[in-house]
């Protein structure tokens, strides 16, 4: 069975690809146009035979970055909801907690990671773990909040007028309004999570994710082989980030009107 793509789909494909594409050739050719030296710059083609030659272990270190950020990610919007729903209940905590979050999320990754490593093993991964959750944290806490406070005034005194209670204008007017941001925190905070948790591998911890790995390449002049890990990287923070964008459409068609053959709209 073949899939046809909406000329919808095409335009949103096709641009970046074709855009990807042009700028990987004129990579290639700057490179040897130039000359440029493989300490310097290398090459599209080169990376990816070094990515062939070293898919294992790359994945293995996917996996270590990866998990890394998928724990972080869960806990972190785990929290970032439960703690929206407090502050947009309980205004003056609100306006407590969130200059605190702000100073806390302003403190750069290595200062944090530094602090973290000394108090737990040089194997363990809770620091980087912890850093990918107070980043994404932060990013669905202020998204979330947003949604639920920034509601429409006719809209809950609409609700009012139908004495309805403070839970049954949270569940019926603010959740849903607040559900495009939680998506559009998660868009942003899905590729966040996967730099935060590799960049946190430069200041210590166990040797064995993606943040390690290029560091340690780079530091032996093998800078094919740290660009292979790159685009590792890359594919790692894409995939986060097409899992949140897959889960915002299911949740868009599942909560979808549908329409009988007499017109009339039903859920």
Not at 45 to 52: D, L, N, P, R, Y
Request: proline residues 4%.
């Amino acid at each position: 069975m073949t899939v046809a793509l909406s000329p919808r789909r095409l335009r949103s494909v096709v641009p970046p690809l074709v855009f990807g594409l042009a700028f990987l050739a004129l990579w290639e050719s700057a490179v040897r146009g130039f000359d440029l030296k493989p300490y310097f710059l290398a090459a599209p083609t080169k990376i990816v035979g070094e990515f062939a030659d070293n898919v294992g272990l790359i994945w293995d270190s996917s996996m270590v970055s990866g998990g890394n950020a998928f724990v972080g990610l869960v806990v972190g919007t785990v929290l970032g909801v439960a703690m929206s729903f407090v502050l947009s209940r309980y205004r003056f905590l609100g306006e407590l907690v969130t200059p605190l979050a702000i100073a806390l999320n302003a403190i750069p990754i290595f200062v944090l990671v530094a602090v973290l490593n000394n108090m737990y093993s040089i194997t363990s991964e809770i620091p980087r773990r912890f850093m990918v959750t107070l980043v994404v944290y932060f990013i669905v806490l202020v998204n979330v909040a947003k949604g639920l406070t920034q509601v429409k005034g006719t809209h809950v005194e609409l609700m009012r007028s139908y004495a309805a209670s403070d839970f049954e204008i949270l569940r019926k007017v603010r959740v849903p309004n607040a559900k495009p941001y939680l998506f559009t925190a998660l868009k942003i905070a899905a590729p966040a999570s996967v730099i935060t948790a590799f960049v946190s591998e430069y200041f210590g911890g166990s040797q064995n994710g993606l943040g390690s790995r290029i560091t340690s390449n780079i530091a032996n002049s093998r800078n094919a082989t740290a660009w292979a890990y790159v685009l590792g990287a890359c594919l790692l923070g894409l995939g986060f980030y097409i899992i949140s964008v897959a889960l915002e459409n299911v949740t868009r068609k599942e909560g979808a009107p549908i329409a009988t053959k007499q017109g009339k709209i039903k859920k």
